[in-house]
């Protein structure tokens, strides 16, 4: 079965640092990865994602993913945080075990301090 | 209409009573989905269709649960005997049909309360 790690439930980071947001996955074959951002009372949008392109892969708002098969990842960073940046990042994994779905982790909620 | 629409946005109700949570997928989309999230718990795969068919309803917690969809189009989600458990945000998905690379595009949620 597919599954998704988060690492860390609350990252807090200061205004024009660099954003980290750890991801881990789980999947018996090559996976689709994704991350998504939820701001304050939003539903749910794409940021990014990977479908075994380019292993570098950059999404809006100056984000990008890395997918590294040797460690299983696929970590979120973005060099300077912006305060507009505050939000849930979930992300995601599908593939063709476990039917056509895409099982999310359970969130890194993002703090940016001024 | 232009994006996924969720009807109610909040929902409270009384445990043991019925209730129906609905979804307005993006039009053409083909798969629509059905998460729950709770606090902490990230988003909880429930069930989805590919077209009117529901080939993974695996999610669903228990027999209380179940879902339709009609035309292709708009779905219900329906909990009967509502539990305290059962309060959460219920989240609706819609995507064309690609397999596994599609973008979910998410509505906004209903939020139950269950008294």
């Known amino acids: 079965a597919q599954s998704v790690t988060q690492l860390g439930s609350h990252v807090s980071v200061s205004e024009g640092a660099l954003v980290l947001l750890r991801c881990n996955y789980s999947s018996s074959v090559p996976p689709y990865l994704f991350w998504y951002v939820q701001y304050p009372n939003q539903g749910l949008q794409l940021l990014l994602k990977?479908?075994?392109?380019?292993?570098l892969v950059k999404g809006i708002n100056g984000f990008e993913a890395e997918f590294k098969k040797s460690e299983t990842s696929f970590h979120l960073t973005k060099p300077s945080a912006h305060m507009s940046d505050a939000a849930e990042y979930f992300c995601a994994v599908s593939g063709n075990t476990g039917g056509f779905k895409t099982i999310f982790g359970a969130g890194t909620r993002l703090f940016v301090k001024a | 209409g232009a994006g996924v629409s969720q009807s109610p946005s909040n929902k409270v109700t009384e445990k043991g009573k019925d209730v129906e949570l609905r979804c307005d997928p993006i039009s053409g989309h083909t798969a629509l989905y059905w998460y729950r999230q709770s606090l902490g718990q990230g988003l909880e795969f429930l069930i989805y269709?590919?077209?009117?068919?529901?080939?993974?309803k695996s999610g669903l917690p228990s027999d209380r649960f179940s879902a339709e969809r009609t035309g292709g189009s708009v779905s219900t989600l329906t909990i009967q005997r509502t539990q305290q458990e059962d309060s959460a945000v219920y989240l609706c998905?819609?995507?064309?049909?690609?397999?596994?690379?599609?973008?979910?595009?998410f509505g906004e949620g209903s939020r139950l309360t269950v008294l």
């Open positions: 998905a819609s995507s064309f049909w690609t397999g596994n690379t599609g973008e979910l595009f």
């Open positions: 990977y479908t075994s392109a380019a292993t």
């Open positions: 269709f590919q077209g009117n068919s529901a080939p993974d």
